[in-house]
């Protein structure tokens, strides 16, 4: 797999930050956009080629490229990523429920997660949800016409008795409503990954969150390798891999690029995408949010670099992209989550699924192409 060259600095754009300094929203206005250079409209050239024609994943100087280009450059990149997501994908976008089965009381650190049993914040611990409950929440998600269903649960990694618990809740979801059923219970162990593989379990998710380079910034009880790990874990017993990216913790243009080639390498089915919607009384409770214009530009990325990923909207996007969430939807993106998230509101599913009708895009289940 391509790597992100270390030998000699990469030049992004100038967009209120630099590559070496901490993500912020620039305090002052941005310049207007221009119309592109010949150079600039090159690069975009350049990539349409290598994904369209060519049918290859882009390298990091490549993606290094399109990240540098300037706001002028965004609806190109996502007109591009949107006939690449059709090429690579088809026209089907793909919904999911999901349910925080086990809140709070988790002894990780993750600085942007108020489930963490570490910061002080209104998210409390609370005991695994009863059978019914799960089941009432799975027969919503199947009413809403979604062909997935995650049971997520707030722990560094399953304890024997979750084991059970979703051993028995697996197939008793699967059964009841038709739905794929997918879990997110944290580092796996080889024989936990091989037993919720032979349980049924159709799609496990482990985000990475963000580039091994920037992870000790926002995590320092477990490393991103010993994420990775449990994501390889995932694929040897043919689960498929949901592996997600939290974007706007601080992290610099660079440090995205440097995730975007490293999920490569992980080849996920599925790459969420969340945007940091600030938690009370977590770390990065002051950060500011991602501006919509920027979260655009790195949908597009996401589905240029990983042109055959499932590209899932998650949590974020309300406060993030707010007005233009439909603009994403032609920027790459081919699923939904509906639905409240693990511990803030989403918008109605009525409106996602008529933002869907307007765009004439179809709901179907979607499986891994690479």
């Avoid at 570490?118 to 611990?125: G, H, I, L, M, W």
């Avoid at 390498?265 to 009384?281: A, S």
Wanted: charge should be negative.
């Amino acid at each position: 797999m391509c790597d992100v060259p270390t030998a000699t600095p990469l030049t992004f754009r100038s967009s209120g930050r630099s590559s070496a300094s901490p993500s912020t929203e620039s305090t002052s206005p941005p310049p207007p956009q221009a119309p592109l250079t010949q150079a600039e409209r090159a690069v975009i050239s350049g990539a349409e080629r290598a994904l369209l024609d060519e049918r290859r994943l882009l390298n990091g100087d490549e993606l290094a490229g399109l990240a540098g280009l300037p706001d002028g450059a965004v609806m190109a990149l996502a007109s591009l990523a949107h006939q690449v997501r059709l090429e690579w994908c088809g026209p089907e976008v793909e919904i999911e429920g999901i349910l925080s089965a086990k809140t709070g009381g988790c002894p990780e650190d993750c600085h942007f997660c108020s489930q963490s049993s570490r910061f002080d914040t209104p998210v409390k611990a609370t005991p695994f949800l009863d059978t019914e409950e799960v089941l009432a929440a799975a027969r919503e998600t199947a009413a809403l016409g979604a062909s997935e269903f995650c049971i997520v649960l707030a722990v560094r990694g399953p304890d024997e008795r979750t084991m059970q618990r979703l051993l028995e809740l697996v197939p008793l979801v699967g059964s009841e409503t038709g739905l794929h059923v997918a879990v997110s219970a944290g580092v796996l162990t080889a024989d936990q990954a091989k037993r919720l593989a032979e349980g049924g379990v159709h799609r496990y998710n482990h985000n990475v969150e963000t580039a091994r380079s920037f992870f000790p910034s926002v995590v320092t009880t477990h490393t991103w390798d010993e994420r990775a790990e449990t994501c390889r874990l995932v694929k040897d017993n043919g689960m498929e891999l949901c592996c997600g990216a939290l974007i706007g913790m601080g992290e610099t243009d660079a440090q995205r690029v440097e995730l975007l080639v490293q999920l490569q390498d992980l080849e996920p089915t599925e790459v969420p995408i969340n945007f940091l919607n600030p938690r009370p009384g977590t770390p990065l409770a002051d950060r500011p949010v991602v501006g919509a214009w920027e979260a655009v530009r790195w949908i597009a990325l996401f589905r240029l670099a990983l042109p055959s990923v499932i590209l899932r909207y998650a949590g974020g996007r309300e406060v993030t992209l707010r007005d233009l969430q439909a603009i994403g939807m032609t920027a790459g993106i081919n699923a939904l989550i509906v639905g409240n998230y693990l511990t803030t509101l989403g918008r109605s599913s009525e409106e996602d699924l008529q933002m869907l009708t307007d765009l004439r895009m179809p709901i179907g289940a979607l499986t891994a192409v690479i």
